[in-house]
């Protein structure tokens, strides 16, 4: 099957709230404050950027994966404070089937329940589904991180289903239930878009 367009290597997405723009090596000392001070931030995540070590190894990650087009990270910066604010990323990006995942998202205290995390989530979902045509836009998240799936529900997130035992955490012996949670095309167009529009 052959991929319909080149995903496009530098996006901005912005509205008068925040701004994404793709995430960069330098981006260490802009998101170091929340990296030393915020450890709990990553605490059900896979790949910790706790420490300046672990956040240059996490966004290297992160760049590499870009380079083999499997992954697009931003850097989000909130406009109201003036600060860079966390980071998100499309990953999993499979465009012959049209689909991707949404996720990698984490934000510093201070930008949480703010208002923020729903801004990001309508810039990415409106250029997954309106730029790159995506049908499909999948989420995944430990099936015990409430606040995660409160927010992904909170967006029009239909949670599909739980892989049980489905991965590793990190530094334990214990296994992760994961839960999936998606939008598709139809679901943004016929509700989800206008329904997140009127909570920004």
């Known amino acids: ?7 496009p290597q530098n996006i901005i997405l912005e509205d008068d709230l925040v701004l994404l723009r793709p995430l ?21 995540s896979l790949v910790r950027a706790n420490g300046k070590e672990n956040l240059a190894h996490y966004i290297q990650l992160a760049l590499k994966a870009k380079e083999n087009k499997t992954e697009f990270p931003f850097i989000v910066f909130d406009k109201k404070s003036g600060k860079y604010a966390g980071s998100t990323r499309f990953y999993d990006i499979q465009l012959p089937f049209k689909t991707l995942q949404l996720g990698y ?17 309508f810039l990415l979902l409106q250029f997954a589904f309106e730029t790159l045509g995506m049908e499909r836009v999948e ?3 430990d099936n015990n ?3 995660s799936i409160a927010a992904m529900k909170s967006i029009g997130c239909k ?6 035992n489905h991965m590793p955490t990190l530094g334990s012996d214990v296994r992760r239930d994961s839960i999936i949670l ?3 095309r139809s ?4 509700e989800v878009k206008d329904n997140l529009k009127a909570k920004l």
């Open 1 to 7: 099957m052959k991929e319909i367009f080149e995903f």
């Open 24 to 44: 960069q090596e330098s981006d260490v000392e802009n998101l170091l404050e929340i990296s030393l001070n915020e450890p709990e931030t990553w605490q059900y």
């Open 105 to 121: 998202t984490w934000y510093g205290k201070d930008f949480r329940g703010t208002g923020l995390n729903k801004h990001c989530k």
């Open 139 to 141: 989420f995944r998240a």
């Open 145 to 147: 991180n409430q606040r």
């Open 159 to 164: 949670v599909e289903g739980v892989l049980r």
């Open 182 to 184: 998606s939008i598709l």
């Open 187 to 190: 679901e943004w167009f016929d």
